[in-house]
C-alpha cells in the first residue's frame, strides 16, 4: 500500500519524443497519446525507466536504486516508487502576438484537479466553464492581461489559423499563477513564469484535441548510404515530437522498501525522489543524441 503521494510536472524545454512504437497513419514514429483524449502523455513506465537510468547523475543515492525501483536481477521485489501516466496540462500555440500562449481546456484542467487532490493537494482554483458558442466562433478564456497581451481586433485570438473570440476570466489567472508557482522550476526564470501565469488561454476541448493531434514538431530523417555518403532514396521517414514549452503532470506514489529490509519508509523515498527530480533537468525518449527529450521536473508534495 502507498503511503506518500506527490505530483510530478515535467515541462519540456526540447522536443521530446516518447514514441508509440507504432504507426497507421503518415508519421512513421508517432508520440504517445491517450486513446480517448489523443492529448500527448508519457507512459509511466517510460518515466520510471528515464529517471532510474540518470538516477545518480541526478543526485540520487544509487545504492538505494533497487530499493526505489526494484531489482534487475537476484531477489526480486517490487519497487517503492510508482509513476503513474503523465497526462497533459498546457501545450503551446502559436498565436498572432506574443510569440505562442500556453493552451488548455476544462477536462485537462479537471483531471489536473484530481490528480492534485489525490496527492493530499488543495489548489485554491476552480475549473472555469466556457459559455457555449458557434463552433466557428468557440469561446476561450484568458487572463486579463492576457487579454489586451493576445487579441486584437476587438477581442479576437489568433491561434494558428483560428481566429475565436476571448473573453477574460478572473479564474483563469489564478490556475496561471498557480501553475507557474507549482510547475516551473526556478530555473526558468521570472520571463516564463509570467508568460504562463498571463498568456494561460482555455479552450474548448474541440480545438484543444485539434492542437494536440496537429500542432506537434514534425522533423524529417533521412538514412545515409554508408558507401555513397549521400541520402539512402528509401530512408526518409518522419519523426514526431511534443514541442519545447509543453506541460504535463503525473501521479507519483510511494512505500516502504519492499526489500524485506524495511531500511527505508515512504517518507525516506519520497526524500530520495525530491533530491533527485525536483527542479532537475532530465532526459526522457528517444533522440537524446540530438538533444531531444530535455524536462524539467517540479515535484510537488501536501506540506505536512
Known amino acids: 500500500m502507498f503511503e506518500k503521494n506527490a505530483a510530478l510536472f515535467l515541462y519540456s524545454v526540447s522536443p521530446v519524443h516518447m514514441g508509440a512504437g507504432t504507426a497507421t497513419g503518415v508519421i512513421d514514429n508517432p508520440i504517445q497519446r491517450e486513446v480517448h483524449t489523443q492529448h500527448p502523455s508519457f507512459a509511466g513506465s517510460g518515466l520510471k525507466g528515464a529517471i532510474r537510468h540518470g538516477f545518480k547523475a541526478l543526485g540520487g543515492n544509487p545504492d538505494q536504486a533497487d530499493q526505489l525501483f526494484g531489482p534487475r536481477q537476484g531477489d ?49 482554483w476552480t475549473v472555469p466553464t466556457l459559455p457555449q458558442g458557434e463552433a466557428a466562433r468557440a469561446p476561450a478564456a484568458v487572463t486579463p492581461e492576457g487579454l489586451e497581451a493576445l487579441t486584437a481586433d476587438g477581442g479576437r485570438l489568433h491561434l494558428e489559423v483560428f481566429e475565436l473570440a476571448a473573453q477574460a476570466e478572473p479564474g483563469v489567472a489564478a490556475i496561471g499563477q498557480w501553475l507557474a508557482e507549482h510547475a516551473l522550476s526556478k530555473d526558468h526564470g521570472e520571463y516564463f513564469r509570467n508568460k504562463l501565469a498571463r498568456d494561460l488561454v482555455i479552450l474548448p476541448e474541440t480545438e484543444l484535441n485539434y492542437f494536440s493531434r496537429n500542432a506537434m514538431v514534425v522533423e524529417p530523417h533521412v538514412r545515409i548510404d554508408p558507401k555513397t555518403g549521400t541520402a539512402d532514396g528509401s ?23 519492499r526489500s524485506g529490509e524495511r531500511e527505508l519508509d515512504s517518507a525516506a523515498v519520497m526524500a530520495q525522489l525530491h533530491t533527485a527530480l525536483d527542479g532537475n533537468t532530465l532526459q526522457i525518449g528517444g533522440d537524446a543524441t540530438t538533444g531531444r527529450g530535455l524536462v524539467t521536473a517540479r515535484l510537488v508534495e501536501k506540506v505536512s
Open 76 to 124: 526480486l521485489h517490487a519497487g517503492a516508487v510508482s509513476l503513474g501516466d503523465a497526462q497533459l496540462v498546457a501545450l503551446p500555440v502559436r498565436t498572432r502576438r506574443e510569440g505562442y500562449a500556453y493552451a488548455t481546456s476544462p477536462l485537462a484542467l479537471a483531471r489536473l484537479q484530481r490528480l492534485l487532490h489525490q496527492a493530499g493537494l488543495q489548489p485554491e
Open 235 to 257: 530512408g526518409l521517414f518522419y519523426t514526431e515530437n511534443l514541442p519545447p514549452e509543453s506541460l504535463l503532470a503525473a501521479p507519483v506514489m510511494a512505500s516502504g522498501d
